[in-house]
């Protein structure tokens, strides 16, 4: 007789790996399933076989990663629950990542879908009210089980079916993790990562960049995210946005991600940063500000005129003006983000 398969969302942390041992003592076929985004996860994407072995050979977990940014971008622009505390759409998220996850079971022959939620754990997506929110609005009512507070929710379609051993749940809730670390210490788990929440649309700087650049543009993709990390951050009153290297590795990464932005900006005559500006239609007097904000951050910062460099990415033409490093920017009505 095959064994009742079931996907578990897998954040790394270690009330998913729990949820996965619990089930897995009970004889069930455990896949974990790590959803990746820009906001959360994205280096996993980088070498997700790596992630996987790591995971295999830490833990005796099979894991698969899912990139569920093609997702995620239409419902961070507009999410049905709304944001948290930053540009933070917990609820929305949880509910994609579940529903996703239920693509997944069906797709494997897998019965039901199982997390790591400890009711009163996360103000916002884990209350108990927001938790029926997440099964009903994931369609996945039913079949999504929470081992770790089990036994405080209602009997789910795998326990009234006997897949899963009710008994042998848990009724954990609150932040107080003294209970998962004893289940921890019953597993033999010893190395475990420290509860964080990984996600930077909770960043209170970073979010804000991020919330711009989502309701400015039409279309972003990941390097639009990626810009959201690096350097100084200046918006016109027009939405002329200019990103600033602060140093040489943010240069090296402004470099990188030069097809997210229009027109490269750089001193010739000094060392200094490298300026990115995003837009259209740029005036002679908007190049020629930022051109000044560039070398007011650079080695020629006292001089009285610098000679700048504007090149248009898209066409590669390069247009060479004289400016002097601007530092009177607040007349200029410019937002620091």
Known sequence: MEPVKAICLFSGGLDSILSIKILEAQGIDVLAVKFVTPFFG??????????????RTRWGIKLTVVDITEDYFPMLKSPAHGYGKNFNPCIDCKILMVKKAGEIMRETGARFVATGE?????????????MRIVERDSGMEGYLLRPLSA????????????????????????????????LAARFGITDYPSPAGG?????????????????????????????????????????????????QAE???????????????????????LGLLKGQGFSPERLKEAAGIVARYG???????????????????????MVSPLWDMESLGLKRL
């Open 42 to 55: 994205s280096r996993s994407l980088a070498n997700p076989d790596h992630l996987a072995e790591k995971v």
């Open 151 to 182: 036994k405080l929710l209602p009997e789910t379609i795998p326990e009234k079916e006997g897949l899963v051993d009710r008994a042998s749940l848990f009724d954990f809730s609150g932040r107080n993790r003294k209970g998962q670390m004893e």
């Open 251 to 273: 240069n090296g990464r402004l470099s990188e991600l030069l097809k997210a932005g229009t027109v490269l900006v750089s001193v010739r005559d000094f060392p200094g940063p």
């Open 199 to 247: 996600c930077i649309l909770t960043d209170p700087t970073l979010s804000k960049r991020i919330e711009y650049v989502v309701k400015t543009y039409p279309e972003i993709d990941r390097d639009d995210i990626e810009l959201c990390r690096v350097g100084r951050h200046f918006i016109w009153p027009d939405r002329t946005h200019l990103i600033v290297g602060r140093n």
């Open 118 to 130: 400890v009711i009163g754990q996360r103000p916002m997506s884990q209350r108990r009210d927001t």
């Open 299 to 321: 080695k020629g910062r006292n001089e009285k005129e610098v000679q700048a460099s504007l090149k248009d990415i898209k066409t590669g033409e390069e247009q060479i003006i």
